[in-house]
Protein backbone atom coordinates (compact mmCIF):
# COMPACT_ATOMS: atom_id res chain seq x y z
CA UNK A 1 0.00 0.00 0.00
CA UNK A 2 1.55 3.19 -0.88
CA UNK A 3 1.25 6.30 1.26
CA UNK A 4 -0.04 8.63 -1.32
CA UNK A 5 -1.12 7.49 -4.44
CA UNK A 6 -2.61 8.97 -7.63
CA UNK A 7 -5.10 6.59 -10.22
CA UNK A 8 -5.46 8.16 -13.61
CA UNK A 9 -5.79 11.73 -12.21
CA UNK A 10 -7.81 14.06 -14.71
CA UNK A 11 -8.31 17.34 -13.89
CA UNK A 12 -9.88 19.46 -16.51
CA UNK A 13 -10.81 23.28 -16.56
CA UNK A 14 -13.60 23.70 -19.36
CA UNK A 15 -11.34 22.23 -22.62
CA UNK A 16 -8.23 22.96 -20.82
CA UNK A 17 -6.70 19.44 -18.87
CA UNK A 18 -4.58 21.24 -16.19
CA UNK A 19 -3.58 17.06 -14.67
CA UNK A 20 -4.26 14.11 -17.49
CA UNK A 21 -4.58 10.52 -16.86
CA UNK A 22 -1.55 11.28 -13.74
CA UNK A 23 -0.93 8.19 -11.49
CA UNK A 24 1.36 8.18 -9.18
CA UNK A 25 2.84 6.72 -5.74
CA UNK A 26 4.86 8.27 -3.34
CA UNK A 27 6.40 6.36 -0.62
CA UNK A 28 6.48 8.18 3.34
CA UNK A 29 9.34 9.75 4.06
CA UNK A 30 11.87 11.66 2.58
CA UNK A 31 11.78 14.45 0.11
CA UNK A 32 9.68 14.26 -3.25
CA UNK A 33 10.14 17.33 -5.55
CA UNK A 34 7.61 18.50 -8.35
CA UNK A 35 8.51 20.37 -10.74
CA UNK A 36 7.86 22.01 -14.69
CA UNK A 37 7.46 24.81 -16.44
CA UNK A 38 4.93 27.44 -15.90
CA UNK A 39 0.99 26.30 -15.77
CA UNK A 40 2.38 22.58 -16.42
CA UNK A 41 -0.40 21.76 -13.24
CA UNK A 42 1.81 21.78 -9.95
CA UNK A 43 -0.05 23.66 -8.35
CA UNK A 44 -3.10 22.20 -9.43
CA UNK A 45 -1.70 18.66 -8.25
CA UNK A 46 -1.31 20.02 -4.66
CA UNK A 47 -5.28 21.25 -4.80
CA UNK A 48 -6.25 17.91 -5.89
CA UNK A 49 -4.27 16.15 -3.42
CA UNK A 50 -5.33 18.75 -0.39
CA UNK A 51 -9.20 18.74 -1.71
CA UNK A 52 -9.20 22.62 -2.88
CA UNK A 53 -10.18 20.82 -6.01
CA UNK A 54 -11.78 17.36 -6.61
CA UNK A 55 -10.50 15.15 -9.70
CA UNK A 56 -12.92 14.85 -12.95
CA UNK A 57 -12.02 11.34 -13.10
CA UNK A 58 -9.46 9.44 -11.20
CA UNK A 59 -8.99 9.26 -7.60
CA UNK A 60 -6.26 10.06 -5.23
CA UNK A 61 -5.80 7.47 -2.23
CA UNK A 62 -3.91 8.46 1.21
CA UNK A 63 -2.67 5.50 3.34
CA UNK A 64 -4.83 3.11 1.07
CA UNK A 65 -8.08 5.17 1.58
CA UNK A 66 -9.83 7.10 -0.92
CA UNK A 67 -9.16 10.91 -0.05
CA UNK A 68 -10.65 12.65 -3.31
CA UNK A 69 -13.73 14.08 -3.23
CA UNK A 70 -13.32 14.90 1.06
CA UNK A 71 -13.38 18.04 1.70
CA UNK A 72 -10.23 20.10 2.72
CA UNK A 73 -10.55 20.54 6.69
CA UNK A 74 -11.39 16.45 6.32
CA UNK A 75 -7.78 15.93 4.34
CA UNK A 76 -6.29 18.10 6.77
CA UNK A 77 -7.68 16.33 9.68
CA UNK A 78 -6.12 12.92 7.71
CA UNK A 79 -2.66 14.32 7.75
CA UNK A 80 -2.15 16.31 5.04
CA UNK A 81 -1.02 19.71 5.40
CA UNK A 82 -0.15 22.53 2.40
CA UNK A 83 1.13 26.04 1.99
CA UNK A 84 0.06 28.46 -0.73
CA UNK A 85 1.90 29.77 -3.86
CA UNK A 86 0.59 32.71 -3.27
CA UNK A 87 0.61 33.27 1.19
CA UNK A 88 -2.80 32.57 2.72
CA UNK A 89 -2.70 33.84 6.37
CA UNK A 90 -5.04 35.26 9.06
CA UNK A 91 -3.88 39.02 8.38
CA UNK A 92 -5.47 40.20 11.46
CA UNK A 93 -4.60 37.91 14.25
CA UNK A 94 -1.29 37.52 15.56
CA UNK A 95 1.43 34.82 14.06
CA UNK A 96 1.11 32.60 17.53
CA UNK A 97 -2.85 32.38 16.70
CA UNK A 98 -2.29 31.55 13.30
CA UNK A 99 -0.06 28.89 14.73
CA UNK A 100 -2.40 27.60 17.48
CA UNK A 101 -5.92 27.82 15.01
CA UNK A 102 -3.59 25.13 13.16
CA UNK A 103 -2.66 23.23 16.10
CA UNK A 104 -6.04 22.86 17.90
CA UNK A 105 -8.27 22.09 13.95
CA UNK A 106 -5.40 19.88 12.72
CA UNK A 107 -5.22 16.10 13.04
CA UNK A 108 -7.33 15.20 16.19
CA UNK A 109 -4.99 14.60 19.06
CA UNK A 110 -7.00 14.94 22.25
CA UNK A 111 -4.60 17.95 23.26
CA UNK A 112 -5.66 20.56 26.25
CA UNK A 113 -5.72 24.05 25.44
CA UNK A 114 -2.06 23.96 27.50
CA UNK A 115 -0.72 21.94 25.22
CA UNK A 116 -1.57 23.05 21.96
CA UNK A 117 -0.43 26.28 23.53
CA UNK A 118 3.42 24.69 24.21
CA UNK A 119 3.16 23.33 20.56
CA UNK A 120 2.69 26.44 19.21
CA UNK A 121 5.44 27.82 21.09
CA UNK A 122 7.76 25.13 20.21
CA UNK A 123 6.87 25.98 16.42
CA UNK A 124 7.12 29.87 16.83
CA UNK A 125 11.24 28.61 18.39
CA UNK A 126 11.72 26.11 15.29
CA UNK A 127 10.93 28.93 12.69
CA UNK A 128 12.45 31.64 14.36
CA UNK A 129 9.60 33.59 14.88
CA UNK A 130 9.34 33.81 18.94
CA UNK A 131 9.93 37.43 18.68
CA UNK A 132 6.82 38.00 16.35
CA UNK A 133 4.34 35.96 18.44
CA UNK A 134 1.85 39.41 19.23
CA UNK A 135 2.37 40.82 15.20
CA UNK A 136 -0.63 41.16 13.11
CA UNK A 137 0.38 38.04 10.79
CA UNK A 138 -0.05 41.18 8.14
CA UNK A 139 2.36 43.52 9.50
CA UNK A 140 5.22 40.65 8.82
CA UNK A 141 7.24 40.94 5.71
CA UNK A 142 6.36 37.93 3.08
CA UNK A 143 9.49 36.08 4.35
CA UNK A 144 8.46 36.00 7.50
CA UNK A 145 4.56 35.06 6.74
CA UNK A 146 6.20 32.30 4.60
CA UNK A 147 7.18 30.48 7.74
CA UNK A 148 4.19 31.50 9.50
CA UNK A 149 2.34 29.77 6.60
CA UNK A 150 4.87 26.84 6.93
CA UNK A 151 4.45 26.85 11.18
CA UNK A 152 0.36 27.08 10.50
CA UNK A 153 0.81 23.49 8.36
CA UNK A 154 2.97 22.01 10.57
CA UNK A 155 0.74 22.47 13.76
CA UNK A 156 -1.66 20.81 12.36
CA UNK A 157 1.04 17.55 12.87
CA UNK A 158 0.64 16.45 9.05
CA UNK A 159 2.22 12.89 7.57
CA UNK A 160 2.21 14.31 4.45
CA UNK A 161 3.41 18.49 3.63
CA UNK A 162 2.72 20.28 0.60
CA UNK A 163 4.55 23.09 -0.21
CA UNK A 164 3.99 25.14 -3.19
CA UNK A 165 6.84 27.66 -3.87
CA UNK A 166 8.30 28.26 -0.37
CA UNK A 167 11.28 29.13 -1.66
CA UNK A 168 10.58 31.91 -4.40
CA UNK A 169 11.52 35.38 -3.31
CA UNK A 170 13.78 34.26 -0.85
CA UNK A 171 17.39 35.73 -0.79
CA UNK A 172 20.11 33.01 -0.96
CA UNK A 173 20.25 33.54 3.57
CA UNK A 174 16.68 32.88 3.66
CA UNK A 175 16.58 30.23 1.09
CA UNK A 176 19.51 28.24 2.84
CA UNK A 177 17.72 28.92 6.50
CA UNK A 178 14.38 27.16 4.75
CA UNK A 179 16.68 24.85 3.20
CA UNK A 180 17.77 23.72 6.93
CA UNK A 181 14.60 23.61 7.82
CA UNK A 182 12.85 21.60 5.17
CA UNK A 183 15.04 18.90 5.99
CA UNK A 184 14.72 19.39 10.14
CA UNK A 185 11.35 18.84 9.27
CA UNK A 186 12.03 15.68 7.21
CA UNK A 187 14.08 14.35 9.81
CA UNK A 188 10.93 14.33 12.20
CA UNK A 189 9.05 12.46 9.83
CA UNK A 190 7.02 14.01 7.61
CA UNK A 191 7.38 13.42 4.03
CA UNK A 192 7.75 16.44 2.19
CA UNK A 193 6.01 17.01 -1.31
CA UNK A 194 7.29 20.18 -2.97
CA UNK A 195 6.86 22.61 -5.95
CA UNK A 196 10.07 24.36 -6.41
CA UNK A 197 11.06 26.31 -10.08
CA UNK A 198 15.15 26.73 -8.14
CA UNK A 199 16.64 24.15 -9.35
CA UNK A 200 19.52 24.33 -7.24
CA UNK A 201 17.22 24.02 -4.12
CA UNK A 202 15.23 20.78 -5.49
CA UNK A 203 18.16 18.92 -6.92
CA UNK A 204 19.84 19.17 -3.90
CA UNK A 205 17.03 18.80 -1.30
CA UNK A 206 14.74 15.69 -2.72
CA UNK A 207 15.22 12.30 -2.67
CA UNK A 208 13.32 11.58 -5.99
CA UNK A 209 11.59 14.08 -8.66
CA UNK A 210 8.87 13.82 -10.62
CA UNK A 211 8.53 16.09 -13.77
CA UNK A 212 5.32 17.39 -15.33
CA UNK A 213 4.24 18.99 -18.22
CA UNK A 214 1.21 19.82 -19.41
CA UNK A 215 -0.27 18.11 -16.92
CA UNK A 216 1.64 15.21 -18.06
CA UNK A 217 4.20 13.12 -15.98
CA UNK A 218 7.48 13.38 -18.33
CA UNK A 219 9.71 11.92 -16.07
CA UNK A 220 10.25 10.25 -12.19
CA UNK A 221 13.41 9.06 -10.58
CA UNK A 222 16.50 10.56 -8.68
CA UNK A 223 17.58 14.19 -9.07
CA UNK A 224 20.86 12.65 -10.92
CA UNK A 225 18.46 10.83 -13.14
CA UNK A 226 16.30 13.56 -14.00
CA UNK A 227 19.44 15.61 -14.86
CA UNK A 228 20.52 13.89 -17.22
CA UNK A 229 16.92 13.05 -18.83
CA UNK A 230 17.03 13.83 -22.48
CA UNK A 231 13.02 14.67 -21.91
CA UNK A 232 13.89 16.88 -19.63
CA UNK A 233 17.09 19.39 -20.48
CA UNK A 234 14.19 19.63 -23.86
CA UNK A 235 11.19 20.95 -22.25
CA UNK A 236 12.52 22.27 -18.80
CA UNK A 237 16.05 22.29 -18.18
CA UNK A 238 17.22 23.31 -21.13
CA UNK A 239 14.70 27.08 -21.32
CA UNK A 240 15.49 27.74 -17.61
CA UNK A 241 19.38 27.96 -16.30
CA UNK A 242 19.04 28.79 -12.58
CA UNK A 243 20.81 25.33 -11.76
CA UNK B 1 -4.78 45.09 28.81
CA UNK B 2 -8.06 45.56 30.89
CA UNK B 3 -6.32 49.28 32.19
CA UNK B 4 -7.49 50.63 34.75
CA UNK B 5 -10.39 48.84 35.63
CA UNK B 6 -10.06 45.04 37.04
CA UNK B 7 -12.47 42.02 37.21
CA UNK B 8 -13.43 42.73 40.61
CA UNK B 9 -14.63 46.07 39.33
CA UNK B 10 -15.91 45.11 36.07
CA UNK B 11 -18.06 41.83 37.83
CA UNK B 12 -19.21 44.39 40.71
CA UNK B 13 -20.51 47.25 37.92
CA UNK B 14 -22.24 44.05 35.69
CA UNK B 15 -23.89 42.84 39.14
CA UNK B 16 -24.78 46.40 39.89
CA UNK B 17 -26.19 47.18 36.49
CA UNK B 18 -28.37 43.49 36.55
CA UNK B 19 -29.97 44.80 39.96
CA UNK B 20 -30.68 48.64 38.96
CA UNK B 21 -32.18 46.86 35.42
CA UNK B 22 -34.15 44.17 37.27
CA UNK B 23 -35.73 46.35 39.91
CA UNK B 24 -36.72 49.02 37.39
CA UNK B 25 -40.35 48.15 36.81
CA UNK B 26 -41.27 49.20 40.41
CA UNK B 27 -40.35 52.49 40.44
CA UNK B 28 -39.99 53.81 36.96
CA UNK B 29 -42.46 55.32 35.25
CA UNK B 30 -44.26 53.34 32.06
CA UNK B 31 -42.63 55.25 29.36
CA UNK B 32 -39.11 55.26 30.72
CA UNK B 33 -39.59 51.25 30.86
CA UNK B 34 -40.94 51.34 27.74
CA UNK B 35 -37.72 53.21 26.39
CA UNK B 36 -35.19 50.64 28.23
CA UNK B 37 -37.37 47.80 26.44
CA UNK B 38 -36.79 48.75 23.14
CA UNK B 39 -32.75 49.84 24.21
CA UNK B 40 -32.75 46.10 25.16
CA UNK B 41 -33.83 45.01 22.02
CA UNK B 42 -31.44 47.11 20.07
CA UNK B 43 -28.38 45.95 22.60
CA UNK B 44 -30.17 42.04 21.74
CA UNK B 45 -30.15 42.75 17.65
CA UNK B 46 -26.58 43.75 17.76
CA UNK B 47 -24.71 42.46 20.22
CA UNK B 48 -26.20 38.68 18.26
CA UNK B 49 -25.22 40.29 14.71
CA UNK B 50 -21.80 41.21 16.13
CA UNK B 51 -21.45 37.03 17.29
CA UNK B 52 -21.54 36.00 13.42
CA UNK B 53 -20.51 39.50 11.62
CA UNK B 54 -17.94 40.93 13.89
CA UNK B 55 -15.20 38.47 13.89
CA UNK B 56 -16.02 37.27 9.86
CA UNK B 57 -16.55 40.75 8.73
CA UNK B 58 -19.69 39.34 6.72
CA UNK B 59 -22.01 42.46 6.52
CA UNK B 60 -25.25 40.45 7.53
CA UNK B 61 -28.47 42.66 6.35
CA UNK B 62 -30.95 39.87 7.11
CA UNK B 63 -31.72 40.64 10.58
CA UNK B 64 -35.61 41.92 9.81
CA UNK B 65 -36.49 38.32 9.16
CA UNK B 66 -35.10 36.58 12.02
CA UNK B 67 -36.64 39.42 14.57
CA UNK B 68 -39.68 39.33 12.03
CA UNK B 69 -40.25 35.64 12.60
CA UNK B 70 -39.85 35.74 15.90
CA UNK B 71 -42.68 38.45 16.32
CA UNK B 72 -44.52 36.52 14.43
CA UNK B 73 -44.08 33.48 16.34
CA UNK B 74 -45.74 35.77 18.94
CA UNK B 75 -48.47 36.67 17.14
CA UNK B 76 -49.55 33.34 16.16
CA UNK B 77 -48.70 31.41 19.28
CA UNK B 78 -48.79 34.09 21.78
CA UNK B 79 -52.62 33.25 22.85
CA UNK B 80 -51.70 29.47 23.26
CA UNK B 81 -48.40 29.43 25.10
CA UNK B 82 -46.88 31.18 28.27
CA UNK B 83 -44.91 33.45 27.64
CA UNK B 84 -41.86 31.98 27.85
CA UNK B 85 -42.22 29.16 25.69
CA UNK B 86 -43.37 31.86 22.72
CA UNK B 87 -39.98 33.55 23.28
CA UNK B 88 -38.32 30.12 23.35
CA UNK B 89 -40.40 29.35 20.02
CA UNK B 90 -39.57 32.33 18.44
CA UNK B 91 -36.11 31.79 18.93
CA UNK B 92 -36.00 28.19 17.56
CA UNK B 93 -37.52 30.00 14.34
CA UNK B 94 -34.66 32.06 14.07
CA UNK B 95 -32.35 29.10 14.47
CA UNK B 96 -34.09 27.18 11.75
CA UNK B 97 -34.51 30.04 9.50
CA UNK B 98 -30.48 31.07 10.30
CA UNK B 99 -29.66 27.48 9.45
CA UNK B 100 -31.56 27.85 5.89
CA UNK B 101 -30.41 31.18 5.05
CA UNK B 102 -26.56 30.47 6.42
CA UNK B 103 -26.95 27.49 3.92
CA UNK B 104 -28.24 29.68 1.13
CA UNK B 105 -25.63 31.96 1.36
CA UNK B 106 -23.01 29.43 2.21
CA UNK B 107 -20.80 30.29 -1.14
CA UNK B 108 -20.76 34.37 -0.52
CA UNK B 109 -18.48 36.88 1.45
CA UNK B 110 -18.06 39.84 1.61
CA UNK B 111 -20.21 42.67 -0.73
CA UNK B 112 -22.38 39.82 -2.20
CA UNK B 113 -23.35 38.45 1.16
CA UNK B 114 -24.46 41.93 2.14
CA UNK B 115 -26.44 42.51 -0.87
CA UNK B 116 -27.89 38.67 -0.82
CA UNK B 117 -28.96 38.86 2.48
CA UNK B 118 -30.92 42.12 2.10
CA UNK B 119 -32.79 40.47 -0.89
CA UNK B 120 -33.59 37.50 0.98
CA UNK B 121 -34.86 39.55 3.77
CA UNK B 122 -36.86 41.85 1.19
CA UNK B 123 -38.28 38.59 -0.47
CA UNK B 124 -39.28 37.66 3.12
CA UNK B 125 -41.02 40.32 4.02
CA UNK B 126 -42.99 40.49 0.66
CA UNK B 127 -43.56 36.98 0.66
CA UNK B 128 -44.88 37.29 4.40
CA UNK B 129 -47.22 40.32 2.69
CA UNK B 130 -48.52 37.86 -0.21
CA UNK B 131 -49.46 34.75 2.18
CA UNK B 132 -51.47 36.99 4.69
CA UNK B 133 -52.94 38.67 1.81
CA UNK B 134 -54.12 36.16 -0.01
CA UNK B 135 -53.87 33.12 1.72
CA UNK B 136 -54.58 34.07 5.65
CA UNK B 137 -56.66 37.22 3.63
CA UNK B 138 -55.70 39.28 6.97
CA UNK B 139 -53.68 42.88 6.61
CA UNK B 140 -52.28 42.74 10.20
CA UNK B 141 -52.62 40.45 13.59
CA UNK B 142 -53.42 41.15 17.05
CA UNK B 143 -50.58 40.06 19.42
CA UNK B 144 -51.93 39.11 23.14
CA UNK B 145 -51.02 37.49 26.11
CA UNK B 146 -47.83 39.88 27.88
CA UNK B 147 -47.80 43.00 29.30
CA UNK B 148 -44.73 45.96 28.91
CA UNK B 149 -43.18 44.58 31.85
CA UNK B 150 -43.26 40.98 30.81
CA UNK B 151 -41.74 42.41 27.78
CA UNK B 152 -39.00 44.35 29.49
CA UNK B 153 -38.27 41.30 31.79
CA UNK B 154 -37.81 39.03 28.81
CA UNK B 155 -35.38 41.16 26.71
CA UNK B 156 -33.46 41.56 29.82
CA UNK B 157 -32.59 37.83 30.25
CA UNK B 158 -32.21 37.82 26.43
CA UNK B 159 -30.23 40.54 26.10
CA UNK B 160 -27.66 38.85 28.95
CA UNK B 161 -27.73 35.54 27.16
CA UNK B 162 -26.94 36.98 24.26
CA UNK B 163 -24.16 39.41 25.80
CA UNK B 164 -22.95 36.39 27.74
CA UNK B 165 -22.91 34.17 24.56
CA UNK B 166 -21.23 36.99 22.41
CA UNK B 167 -18.47 37.41 25.52
CA UNK B 168 -17.93 33.68 25.28
CA UNK B 169 -17.50 32.87 21.83
CA UNK B 170 -15.32 36.22 21.41
CA UNK B 171 -12.69 34.39 23.69
CA UNK B 172 -12.85 31.13 22.83
CA UNK B 173 -11.12 29.07 20.01
CA UNK B 174 -14.57 29.70 17.75
CA UNK B 175 -14.14 33.10 18.28
CA UNK B 176 -10.72 33.20 16.55
CA UNK B 177 -12.02 30.16 14.15
CA UNK B 178 -14.48 32.73 13.12
CA UNK B 179 -12.28 35.79 12.37
CA UNK B 180 -9.79 32.96 10.41
CA UNK B 181 -12.73 32.31 8.24
CA UNK B 182 -13.54 35.83 7.98
CA UNK B 183 -10.15 36.49 6.48
CA UNK B 184 -9.26 33.62 4.16
CA UNK B 185 -11.91 31.13 3.64
CA UNK B 186 -9.43 28.43 1.86
CA UNK B 187 -6.74 28.75 4.40
CA UNK B 188 -8.90 28.21 7.32
CA UNK B 189 -10.55 24.97 5.75
CA UNK B 190 -7.22 24.33 4.91
CA UNK B 191 -6.02 24.29 8.49
CA UNK B 192 -8.76 21.79 9.51
CA UNK B 193 -11.63 24.34 10.26
CA UNK B 194 -14.98 23.26 9.22
CA UNK B 195 -15.87 26.50 7.25
CA UNK B 196 -19.35 25.31 5.86
CA UNK B 197 -20.03 23.99 9.40
CA UNK B 198 -19.12 27.30 11.64
CA UNK B 199 -20.69 29.92 9.20
CA UNK B 200 -23.91 28.09 9.31
CA UNK B 201 -23.73 27.30 13.17
CA UNK B 202 -22.78 30.53 14.15
CA UNK B 203 -25.34 32.30 11.71
CA UNK B 204 -27.67 30.60 13.37
CA UNK B 205 -26.75 31.46 17.16
CA UNK B 206 -27.22 34.96 16.11
CA UNK B 207 -30.74 34.47 14.92
CA UNK B 208 -31.69 32.63 17.47
CA UNK B 209 -30.96 35.84 19.79
CA UNK B 210 -32.98 37.83 17.21
CA UNK B 211 -35.74 35.56 17.52
CA UNK B 212 -36.21 35.63 20.33
CA UNK B 213 -36.19 39.47 20.89
CA UNK B 214 -38.73 39.79 18.55
CA UNK B 215 -41.06 37.31 19.87
CA UNK B 216 -40.29 39.26 23.17
CA UNK B 217 -40.89 42.36 21.77
CA UNK B 218 -44.19 41.67 19.70
CA UNK B 219 -46.09 42.97 23.26
CA UNK B 220 -44.73 46.22 22.63
CA UNK B 221 -46.67 46.24 19.19
CA UNK B 222 -50.01 44.86 20.46
CA UNK B 223 -50.72 45.09 16.70
CA UNK B 224 -48.24 43.93 13.57
CA UNK B 225 -48.26 43.82 9.55
CA UNK B 226 -46.08 42.63 7.74
CA UNK B 227 -44.28 45.69 7.03
CA UNK B 228 -43.72 46.47 10.78
CA UNK B 229 -42.59 43.28 11.27
CA UNK B 230 -39.79 43.13 8.81
CA UNK B 231 -39.20 46.23 8.51
CA UNK B 232 -35.71 46.51 6.57
CA UNK B 233 -34.37 49.11 8.68
CA UNK B 234 -34.15 47.11 11.71
CA UNK B 235 -31.55 45.23 9.20
CA UNK B 236 -29.49 48.05 9.24
CA UNK B 237 -29.99 49.58 12.79
CA UNK B 238 -27.37 46.64 14.42
CA UNK B 239 -24.59 47.39 11.67
CA UNK B 240 -24.75 51.06 12.24
CA UNK B 241 -24.72 50.89 16.12
CA UNK B 242 -21.85 47.84 16.12
CA UNK B 243 -19.88 50.66 13.84
CA UNK B 244 -20.78 53.57 16.06
CA UNK B 245 -19.80 51.34 19.07
CA UNK B 246 -17.03 49.74 17.66
CA UNK B 247 -16.54 46.05 17.09
CA UNK B 248 -13.59 45.37 18.90
CA UNK B 249 -14.13 45.89 22.27
CA UNK B 250 -17.20 44.02 24.09
CA UNK B 251 -18.98 46.72 25.63
CA UNK B 252 -18.55 48.26 21.93
CA UNK B 253 -22.04 47.02 20.58
CA UNK B 254 -23.51 47.75 23.80
CA UNK B 255 -22.56 51.23 24.31
CA UNK B 256 -23.59 52.04 20.71
CA UNK B 257 -26.81 50.25 21.03
CA UNK B 258 -27.41 52.21 24.05
CA UNK B 259 -26.55 55.52 22.87
CA UNK B 260 -28.30 55.44 19.52
CA UNK B 261 -31.29 54.12 20.76
CA UNK B 262 -31.82 56.72 23.24
CA UNK B 263 -30.24 59.47 20.30
CA UNK B 264 -33.45 58.35 18.06
CA UNK B 265 -36.08 58.41 20.64
CA UNK B 266 -35.56 61.54 21.70
CA UNK B 267 -35.35 62.63 17.61
CA UNK B 268 -38.62 61.05 17.06
CA UNK B 269 -39.96 62.74 19.49
CA UNK B 270 -38.43 65.99 18.64
CA UNK B 271 -37.89 65.96 15.20
CA UNK B 272 -40.23 63.42 13.76
CA UNK B 273 -39.57 64.86 10.03
CA UNK B 274 -35.29 65.14 10.57
CA UNK B 275 -35.39 61.79 12.18
CA UNK B 276 -34.14 59.82 9.76
CA UNK B 277 -32.03 62.60 7.99
CA UNK B 278 -30.26 63.02 11.10
CA UNK B 279 -29.58 59.53 11.46
CA UNK B 280 -28.35 59.32 8.25
CA UNK B 281 -25.85 62.33 8.82
CA UNK B 282 -24.67 60.61 12.15
CA UNK B 283 -24.22 57.10 9.59
CA UNK B 284 -22.13 59.14 7.35
CA UNK B 285 -19.76 60.89 10.66
CA UNK B 286 -19.16 57.60 11.61
CA UNK B 287 -18.04 56.14 8.63
CA UNK B 288 -15.78 58.60 7.70
CA UNK B 289 -14.00 59.71 10.93
CA UNK B 290 -15.21 56.94 13.14
CA UNK B 291 -13.69 53.74 11.49
CA UNK B 292 -13.03 51.68 14.72
CA UNK B 293 -16.02 53.78 16.42
CA UNK B 294 -16.57 55.17 19.91
CA UNK B 295 -14.57 51.84 21.40
CA UNK B 296 -12.05 52.66 19.04
CA UNK B 297 -11.73 56.37 20.20
CA UNK B 298 -11.77 55.49 24.12
CA UNK B 299 -9.74 52.68 24.63
CA UNK B 300 -6.02 51.88 23.75
CA UNK B 301 -7.20 50.60 20.35
CA UNK B 302 -5.48 47.13 21.64
CA UNK B 303 -7.12 43.95 19.92
CA UNK B 304 -8.71 41.39 22.15
CA UNK B 305 -5.90 38.84 22.26
CA UNK B 306 -6.99 35.30 22.62
CA UNK B 307 -3.40 34.16 24.34
CA UNK B 308 -4.50 36.45 27.33
CA UNK B 309 -6.53 34.26 28.89
N1 LIG C 1 -9.12 27.37 -11.07
C1 LIG C 1 -8.71 27.34 -12.35
N2 LIG C 1 -9.58 27.61 -13.35
C2 LIG C 1 -9.19 27.56 -14.64
N3 LIG C 1 -7.96 27.24 -15.03
C3 LIG C 1 -7.04 26.96 -14.09
C4 LIG C 1 -7.37 26.99 -12.70
N4 LIG C 1 -6.27 26.67 -11.98
C5 LIG C 1 -5.30 26.44 -12.89
N5 LIG C 1 -5.75 26.61 -14.16
C6 LIG C 1 -4.98 26.39 -15.37
O1 LIG C 1 -4.39 25.13 -15.28
C7 LIG C 1 -3.06 25.15 -15.78
C8 LIG C 1 -2.12 24.68 -14.71
O2 LIG C 1 -2.05 25.64 -13.69
P1 LIG C 1 -1.18 25.47 -12.39
O3 LIG C 1 -1.44 26.65 -11.53
O4 LIG C 1 -1.43 24.15 -11.80
O5 LIG C 1 0.30 25.54 -12.93
P2 LIG C 1 1.67 25.53 -12.16
O6 LIG C 1 2.43 24.38 -12.65
O7 LIG C 1 1.46 25.61 -10.71
O8 LIG C 1 2.34 26.87 -12.70
P3 LIG C 1 3.26 27.93 -11.96
O9 LIG C 1 4.65 27.42 -12.04
O10 LIG C 1 3.09 29.16 -12.78
O11 LIG C 1 2.76 28.10 -10.58
C9 LIG C 1 -2.80 26.58 -16.23
O12 LIG C 1 -3.03 26.63 -17.62
C10 LIG C 1 -3.82 27.38 -15.50
O13 LIG C 1 -4.20 28.51 -16.23
MG1 LIG D 1 1.85 26.98 -9.24
Known sequence: MAFLEGVKVTKRFGGLAAILDLSFKIDQGGIIGLIGPNGAGKTTLLNLISGSLTPTTGEILFKGKRISGLRPHQICKKGIARTFQSVKLFGNITVSENILLGSVYGKPRGLSRTNHSTETSDLLKFLGLAGKRDVLAKDLNIVEQKFVELARALATKPDLLLLDELIAGLNPSETSLACDKIKEIKKKGITIFMVEHVMGVIMSLSDRVIVLNHGEKIADGTPEEISRDRKVIETYLGEDSEC | ?309
Open chain 2, 1 to 309: MEGKHSPVNKLFFICFAWLVAATLPFYSPAYVLLSITSILMYVTLTVSWTIFCGPTGYISLATATFFGIGIYCAALLGSSLPAPAVVLCGGLAGLAFGVLVGLICLRLSGFYFAVFTFGLSELVRHSVLWWEHNVSGTVGRWVTGTSITQAFYSLLVIASLSILAAYLIRRSIYGMALKAIGESEEAAEHAGINVVVYRIAFFAISSFFMGMAGAAMAAKFTYIDPNSAFNPLISFTPVLMSLFGGIERDYGPILGAFILTFISEVLLSRFPYFYTLIYGIIFVVVILFMPRGLAGLLGSGHQHKFMDH
